[in-house]
């Protein structure tokens, strides 16, 4: 009877539990779906003047036609691949700049993209979508830590409102719609998807520290002014 008792008990629990992920799920969805029908229109926006012109005109890096041709550009130029960064605008001081690993995505991006500013923007827009997703799941992490008694529904509720919130600020809104900012975007993703592992992963602390260190690391040397968040973590 008591094996009985817990096995039903036990049953219960599991049926909660997916009760739940799968209510976590649908949140989840609905606050993507509502993302996305938020910027859909702005996938079809033509090439605006500042930089969004580079990929078009070939100012930066070349548009590959074939992997073949991506690698061999890769061997030629390696780690010596330099760039002068300004903002005339603003300022007369020029950087000199090596991303070599951003580089090699931007060619990957500009190789699948090709001269089409529509696939530019659907691809800026499906990492946003993905990055939201991710900042649900870490909202809701945080209230449970924060706010643990409060009603299940409620919290969903309250999580997809600032989502939607985030996903839509102005900041990520100038970053998504930017043509060339999608190696940015890239890497501000895997940064999510960093502190989503740092706060819910389950593995051993070994593996964990492997895996922060690989995407975070991949994350950086994209863009690298990313090394900045260990310290806010």
């Known amino acids: 009877q008591k094996n009985n008792w817990q096995a039903e008990l036990y049953g219960k629990d599991k049926k909660m539990k997916n009760k739940l992920i799968d209510k976590t799920l649908v949140f989840i969805s609905i606050t993507t779906l509502a993302v996305f029908l938020f910027y859909f229109h702005t996938v079809f926006y033509g090439v605006k003047a500042f930089d969004e012109i580079t990929p078009f005109k070939e100012t930066h890096l070349p548009v590959c036609y074939s992997l073949s041709e991506m690698f061999e550009l890769i061997s030629l130029l390696g780690l010596h691949l330099y760039f002068e960064a300004s903002n005339t605008l603003y300022s007369s001081i020029i950087s000199m700049r090596s991303n070599p690993l951003g580089d090699f995505f931007v060619l990957l991006v500009q190789f699948i ?109 994209t863009a690298e002014y990313l090394f900045i968040l260990p310290f806010i973590l």
Do not use: G, Q
């Not at 008694?149 to 998504?176: C, G, M, Y």
């Not at 940064?191 to 260190?213: A, E, G, R």
């Open 113 to 221: 993209c090709r001269k089409h500013p529509v696939n530019y923007h659907l691809y800026s827009l499906i990492l946003h979508l993905l990055s939201t997703a991710f900042i649900f799941l870490i909202i809701k992490k945080v209230s449970l830590e924060l706010s643990p008694d409060i009603k299940h529904s409620t919290r969903l509720i309250t999580v997809s409102l600032l989502t939607f919130l985030w996903a839509t600020h102005p900041v990520n809104i100038e970053s998504v719609l930017l043509l060339t900012n999608y190696n940015a975007v890239f890497s501000h993703t895997l940064c999510i998807i960093t502190i989503y592992i740092y706060l819910n992963s389950t593995l051993n602390p070994i593996s964990k520290s492997i895996v922060l260190f690989a995407i975070f690391s991949l994350a950086v040397f």
